[in-house]
């Protein structure tokens, strides 16, 4: 039952959250399908009109399952001048970044040019996707940051995608999602780690895309649940790649961000990577430390979804193996997994944990301080 | 406990529902078929505004394959992370014993009782020859 009750409660825009945060994971969309038409050659939009975008993998009139909200998002976060959730910024002003003090808002835009067969249309697409960001929200205001998005099958176009923009300050980060062609630390990639470190900008890893591979390692499940858990185990494979092809020891000044996959996995992941590390590391030579030091040093986590354990401690026993200053807040707005600032962390935690949570990280990593 | 008069009957026709705010909570009131249901306008699990949600029906299975789909219109939906209660009860879903929203008695008077009654007009003029649509809070 996708229909929608009421358009755009007033109630939705109640004050919740005073101390200012960070929302490290906002997700723009476009209102109409033709939006991007302005920043793409009239080659592009007559390709788009004659032959539309083939993906790596099929189904892509909608999404592989359908989401449990209209669009995947908050039923309540349609703009009242209509165009789907997070279309709009002055609504988005309304409903989130004004009532939750959000300082900092960090864009990561999905469904752009990323994972499309044709690099050259992916790239057009990516760079359209990147000039819009700066025009319909970014320059418009101050509080919201940009993702560059790279069309990131092709490593060498994404690179000067990334060379072109960097030193913008509109931008704060690059942006890849977890599912792609090849798990994520193959060479194809390495470009786009190189002028992401040249840079000084972080990789965003955003779980989902279309990669053309099943969504989950052991094949096409049944139900959208099993989408939404085995965006982890994804992000795992991700990370591994990561590690074991030496991205991280052949870029040491690289930033990985995980976003929107959880973290709770992290601790046992990295413990299973050192183990078997000690046991095969002549295989992979050129992954010189422990597997945990490289995520320890060079990977952040955004918080949503947030593990939401029966006790509390077990969600402070894993935070502090990966430690409070890695973690950065996230709302996942509008979509309908969102988190509540006000209501995501339990008490407990102290004052400088929970402004680095809510604000101190972001602002470190992203470089606003 | 004071009695609110929330609305003419025929301002409220069943499928319909009306959200307004009584001594600052805010409230939404439904009519499921003839029937009036109050419910806290306010998710207890994260706080959204709850009954702007769609009203479905609950599924439930006795054995992976079997469905039964009933209650139909009768469970409120949540917005935001699809939690499911029941307008009925307020009672949650996915947690009976630890969520619930509250509910509130919804019911029908006669304008001349309304009159005369402990009552506090919301957002209606009352007229004695008509029903309104009460709730105690
Ligand atoms: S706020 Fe209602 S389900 Fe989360």
Not at chain 1, 186 to 195: C, D, K, L, N, V
Not at chain 2, 66 to 80: F, N, S, V
Request: net charge negative; with cysteine.
């Amino acid at each position: 039952m996708n229909i929608q009750f009421r358009e755009s409660p007033e109630a939705a825009s109640t004050p919740t959250t005073k101390t200012a945060i960070a929302d490290c994971d906002i997700h723009p969309a476009r209102a109409t399908r033709t939006e991007l038409y302005p920043y793409l050659a009239k080659r592009w939009q007559h390709h788009l009109e004659v032959y539309g975008v083939h993906a790596y993998q099929g189904m892509m009139e909608g999404p592989p399952y359908p989401k449990a909200q209209p669009n995947a998002s908050r039923r309540d976060a349609y703009p009242p001048e209509g165009g789907p959730q997070g279309s709009s910024l002055s609504f988005m002003q309304k409903q989130l970044l004004d009532p939750n003090n959000v300082q900092l808002g960090v864009l990561n835009p999905l469904n752009t040019g990323q994972g499309i067969r044709n690099h050259e249309l992916s790239a057009a697409l990516c760079s359209a996707i990147n000039d819009w960001q700066i025009d319909k929200w970014t320059s418009k205001d101050k509080r919201l940051k940009a993702s560059i998005v790279v069309g990131n099958e092709d490593g060498l176009s994404a690179a000067a995608e990334i060379r072109e923009r960097a030193g913008d300050k509109n931008f704060v980060q690059v942006l890849l999602l977890s599912r792609n062609v090849e798990p994520l630390g193959q060479r194809r990639y390495w470009p786009i780690y190189q002028a992401a470190e040249e840079a000084g900008l972080p990789v965003g890893v955003h779980a989902f895309g279309f990669g053309g591979n099943p969504i989950t390692p052991s094949g096409w499940p049944s139900y959208y649940i099993e989408e939404m858990v085995g965006h982890s185990q994804c992000q795992q494979s991700a990370l591994a790649s990561l590690v074991l092809e030496g991205v991280f020891e052949r870029f040491p000044k690289l930033k990985m961000v995980m976003i929107e996959a959880g973290f709770g996995w992290a601790p046992s992941l990295a413990w299973r990577l050192d183990k078997v590390w000690q046991r095969l590391r002549s295989e992979v030579p050129h992954v010189k430390r422990p597997p945990s030091e490289y995520i320890r040093e060079q990977v952040w986590w955004t918080t949503q979804p947030m593990e939401d354990p029966e006790r509390r401690e077990d969600l402070f026993d894993v935070i502090k193996w990966i430690g409070w200053d890695r973690l950065l807040f996230a709302t996942d707005y509008p979509h309908w997994d969102y988190d509540e600032p006000s209501r995501v962390l339990p008490a407990g935690v102290s004052e400088d944990n929970r402004e680095a949570f809510y604000l101190g990280n972001a602002r470190k990593l992203y470089g606003m301080t | 406990m004071a009695r609110h008069v929330i609305a003419p009957v025929d301002e409220l026709p069943p499928g319909t529902r009306k959200f307004l705010e009584i001594e600052g909570r805010p409230i939404a009131v439904f009519n499921i078929k003839g029937e009036y249901f109050g419910l806290m306008n306010r998710c207890p699990h994260q706080g959204a505004a709850l009954c702007e949600g769609p009203l479905i029906g609950l599924a439930q299975s006795k054995d992976p394959g079997e469905i039964e789909y009933t209650k139909l219109g009768e469970i409120i939906r949540c917005p935001w992370h699809g939690w499911e209660f029941d307008i009925r009860t307020g009672q949650s879903y996915c947690d009976p014993r630890r969520f619930r929203v509250k509910a509130y008695a919804a019911h029908v008077e006669p304008g001349a009782s309304v009159v005369k009654g402990p009552y506090v007009a919301e957002t209606v003029t009352v007229k004695v020859e008509s029903d309104y649509v009460v709730v105690e809070l």
